[in-house]
């Protein structure tokens, strides 16, 4: 196996995006064109990889998959050679294993049965699935968890994928919402919880899976429901079967989802997430008032809750900053000197609006603070007589163990900090966060349906069932006994 001999040290501000995946059957259809249309609307689920696995009924799988964006793995002729009757897509974030090539999906096997797999999340207990499999005599290429699954399946003694995936399914744990294909069909399955979303759609007849909606509207297709966690879903030409694999022991559906990663036109809950957005704004400004001239939002995550808060306060709201929205991936680092306006590359303050304002800066989170801090003192610097952070999340002090790349803990802004003694860190004249109850309020939900953990430190697996990103890695570089 490949491995990874050290960790990249990373300093961007913020939780990670994670994955993205799709999945669809529909002979006739260009399959793979959707499949692309479908990862640009998830590109931001995942900036690190893309890939398309895509077979005629009966054929063999053809699989493209390659470090960089959706725009920049495919162009007509990569998607001309994916022609096919059904495709599953990828976007990545890696959330366990490296960045590496091997670990980009859908993930190709050919064992007892060819298959591509992809899948959004994280595994718990990778290390000891992994020795299983080793110890049974089957070859792993990659470090991700995402290869453990795929093994099992294309492995598996079961007549059908359907059967091998009922089987395997209650034998795993953490968060996976997956898509796998054969020469004849998709299919999609949740864990039991449902931490990560998985959505089932309809074009000209024929179904599709998506991890969000905003992938349904691209391409034209229409919403149906959401997989219910523990459900397997098996797409065919023309038809679906489904059936529960595990009874679910409660939904722990990722509160974070609606708060950042989804994007805002996507549907969950019941609820398009700008409106949920926009509905914590408003209750942030009920819980947080502040005497102020004008609301700015920090593009272009905090612009939903920054109308929201102007709203509710009765305050103006304009734009403070203009953002730069070609800046994706940063490919060259500044030297020494330039380092500290790095952040200008994204976002660049309007003293025509701000200078001697009192401002309140409204934005979706705060991790590392680094990020905010620099915000709080270009606002500063183009005038700005006051600056008030309202934030339309609570405080994350906790990790994410399933399928978001966080700091740790003990490099979050919140770590062992009073709300107050954040504010000074950041450098703002004061600082407040919606509290958890607002957010429930705002998304008509109930923590007994939700995964929290991240404010709370209430994980629905228990504490220690997280995995680390490189402990694949650390297990294939350790030396046999």
Request: proline share 5%; hydrophobic share 40%.
């Given at each position: 196996?490949?491995s990874v ?10 939780p990670?995006?994670e994955?993205g ?5 529909a002979?006739?259809?260009e ?18 990889a ?8 009966g054929g063999?799988?053809?699989t ?15 998607l001309?050679?994916?022609?096919g009757?059904?495709a599953i897509?990828?976007?990545r ?11 980009t ?5 050919s ?8 899948h959004?999340?994280n595994l ?12 049974a005599g089957v ?5 991700s ?5 795929a ?8 007549d059908?994928?359907?059967d091998?995936?009922v ?6 744990s ?13 299919v ?14 309809m ?7 998506a ?10 297709a ?7 966690p523990?459900e397997?879903?098996?797409i065919v ?18 509160l ?9 036109d ?5 609820t398009?997430?700008?409106a949920?957005r ?13 005497d102020a001239?004008?609301?700015?939002a920090?593009p ?6 920054a109308?929201g ?14 953002k730069?929205?070609?800046?994706a ?5 500044p ?10 590359m994204?976002?660049n ?20 603070g ?10 500063r ?11 339309s999340?609570?405080p994350?002090r906790?990790?994410?163990h399933f399928?978001?790349?966080?700091p740790t ?6 770590h ?11 450098g703002?004249?004061s600082?407040?966060y919606?509290?958890l109850?607002?957010?429930?309020e ?8 939700h ?8 994980y629905p ?13 650390a ?5 046999p006994?």
């Amino acid at each position: 196996m490949n491995s990874v001999a050290s960790t990249p040290a990373d300093t961007r501000e913020g939780p990670r995006d994670e994955c993205g995946v799709f999945g669809i059957v529909a002979p006739g259809l260009e399959v793979s064109k959707y499949a692309y249309l479908a990862l640009y609307a998830l590109q931001h689920r995942g900036q690190e990889a893309a890939g398309i696995a895509a077979a005629h009924l009966g054929g063999n799988i053809l699989t493209l998959r390659d470090t960089g964006l959706v725009a920049q793995v495919f162009d007509q002729n990569a998607l001309g050679s994916l022609d096919g009757d059904l495709a599953i897509g990828h976007v990545r974030y890696s959330t366990t294993g490296s960045s590496a090539w091997e670990n980009t999906q859908p993930i190709y096997r050919s064992d007892r049965r060819e298959l591509a797999l992809a899948h959004n999340g994280n595994l718990t207990g990778v290390t000891e699935l992994r020795d299983e499999l080793v110890a049974a005599g089957v070859e792993l290429r990659s470090t991700s968890d995402t290869e453990l699954m795929a093994a099992l399946l294309s492995t598996h003694e079961a007549d059908t994928l359907e059967d091998a995936v009922v089987d395997i399914l209650p034998r795993l744990s953490g968060a996976f919402s997956t898509v796998v294909m054969t020469q004849d069909c998709v299919v999609a399955f949740r864990d039991p919880l449902g931490i990560r979303p998985l959505v089932l759609g309809m074009i000209d007849g024929n179904y599709c899976v998506a991890s969000e909606s905003c992938a349904f509207d691209i391409m034209g297709a229409e919403y149906l429901r959401e997989v219910e966690p523990g459900e397997v879903v098996t797409i065919v030409p023309g038809g679906i079967r489904t059936r529960m694999a595990v009874d679910s022991p409660r939904k722990a559906f990722c509160l974070f989802e609606y708060i950042y990663f989804a994007r805002p036109d996507s549907r969950m809950g019941g609820t398009v997430l700008q409106a949920a957005r926009g509905r914590m704004g408003e209750i942030l400004a009920r819980e947080a008032p502040v005497d102020a001239d004008l609301v700015i939002a920090v593009p272009d995550s905090g612009n939903p809750a920054a109308r929201g808060y102007a709203r509710g306060s009765g305050l103006p709201q304009d734009d403070g900053f203009v953002k730069n929205r070609y800046v994706a991936r940063t490919f060259i680092q500044p030297g020494q000197a330039l380092r500290q306006h790095g952040l200008r590359m994204k976002f660049n303050p309007l003293p025509e609006i701000v200078a001697g304002k009192r401002l309140v800066v409204v934005d979706d989170s705060i991790v590392r603070g680094n990020t905010t801090r620099q915000i709080v003192q270009m606002l500063r610097d183009a005038g700005a007589s006051e600056v008030h952070l309202r934030i339309s999340a609570p405080p994350i002090r906790h990790p994410c163990h399933f399928g978001i790349d966080m700091p740790t803990r003990e490099e979050m802004a919140a770590h062992n900090k009073t709300v107050d003694e954040i504010a000074a860190d950041i450098g703002a004249d004061s600082l407040a966060y919606i509290s958890l109850e607002g957010v429930y309020e705002a998304i008509g939900g109930e923590r007994a349906n939700h995964c929290d953990a991240c404010f709370t430190g209430d994980y629905p697996l228990g504490a220690g069932a997280g995995t680390d990103k490189y402990a694949l890695e650390a297990a294939d570089s350790t030396p046999p006994a």
